[in-house]
T-cell receptor
């Protein structure tokens, strides 16, 4: 138990569906992240949020839309995905940049399959 | 952030020490060395980090060479549950854009009974 909870753990969707991934952290952190891990590839950073503001978008296609309503919750809205978007999506959190030790706390991930 | 090089895979006998090397020859003075591990189909887990002194915690020890161009993560008594991909990451802690970490390929450690 890392204090970062992701739901759902598994998701299967068609290319025309709209779905969302949810992440919640109970650690009092102010920064939250989405990472993508495709089969046999390194983790790729997608988005970074600090104090609810997006501070980084690593050229992620617009079919992935993040939302951070508060420092404890992070969503990834999915729309018209492609089969190559099938991957493990990992959420992480950390203390804010001014006080952090660089330690990220990851959730268990949401395994997405796009048919 | 400086690039790191790790062997793609290693084996270790259960109960023996696992020594995982990492090369980071272009590391700069402000950059820390971090180690994470990822057990199959789970999220990565922080292990330890250091700047230039050796560090030890309940999980592992981190040995950084004097010139800081390489480091070794030591799991003193490896168990089957230590089978995972181990990532060595170099990062400047003074970045203001959050704790972004760039993960490489890592080392697949397999602990054998």
């Amino acid at each position: 138990e890392t204090g970062v909870t992701q739901t759902p753990r598994h998701l299967v969707m068609g290319m025309t569906n709209k779905k969302s991934l949810k992440c919640e952290q109970h650690l009092g952190h102010n920064a939250m992240y989405w990472y993508k891990q495709s089969a046999k590839k390194p983790l790729e950073l997608m988005f970074v949020y600090n104090f609810k503001e997006q501070t980084e978008n690593n050229s992620v296609p617009s079919r992935f839309s993040p939302e951070c309503p508060n420092s404890s919750h992070l969503f990834l809205h999915l729309h018209t995905l492609q089969p190559e978007d099938s991957a493990l999506y990992l959420c992480a959190s950390s203390l804010d940049p001014g006080t952090n030790t660089g330690e990220l706390f990851f959730g268990e991930g949401s395994r997405l399959t796009v048919l | 952030d400086a690039k790191t090089t790790q062997p793609p895979s290693m084996d270790c006998a259960e109960g023996r020490a696992a020594n995982l090397p990492c090369n980071h020859s272009t590391i700069s003075g402000n950059e820390y060395v971090y180690w994470y591990r990822q057990i199959h189909s789970q999220g990565p887990q922080y292990i330890i980090h250091g700047l230039k002194n050796n560090e030890t915690n309940e999980m592992a020890s981190l040995i950084i060479t004097e010139d800081r161009k390489s480091s070794t993560l030591i799991l003193p008594h490896a168990t089957l549950r230590d089978t995972a991909v181990y990532y060595c990451i170099v990062r400047n802690l003074r970045e203001t854009s959050g704790s972004r970490l760039t993960f490489g390929e890592g080392t697949q450690l397999t602990v054998n009974p």
